[in-house]
């Protein structure tokens, strides 16, 4: 048995509930920005958080910058398949 069988989920505090708001109404607003950008609004609104947060808050909201992502998994040009 694992040991997350042990331990409950923390509740999400009144702090972060308020913060992921206002990254919900942001997010409307600026679709395209970023944990990096997303913190920068904040922290110019007073409030004091870290990218790293707000990472974590993005994840668990499912949000995502609207972006066009580079495409690195393309095959070079020429490149041999083998089955």
């Known amino acids: 048995m694992g040991r997350s069988v042990y331990y409950l989920p923390r509740p999400v505090s009144s702090e972060d509930l308020a913060i992921m708001r206002r990254i919900d ?15 920068d609004f904040l922290r110019h609104e007073g409030i004091t958080i870290g990218r790293c947060h707000v990472v974590r808050l993005m994840k668990k909201m499912a949000i995502e910058a609207v972006h066009r992502r580079p495409a690195r ?11």
């Open 73 to 83: 998994s393309k095959p070079a040009p020429g490149r041999k398949i083998y089955p």
């Open 25 to 39: 109404a942001l997010h409307l607003e600026f679709a395209f920005a970023g944990s990096g950008m997303m913190r």
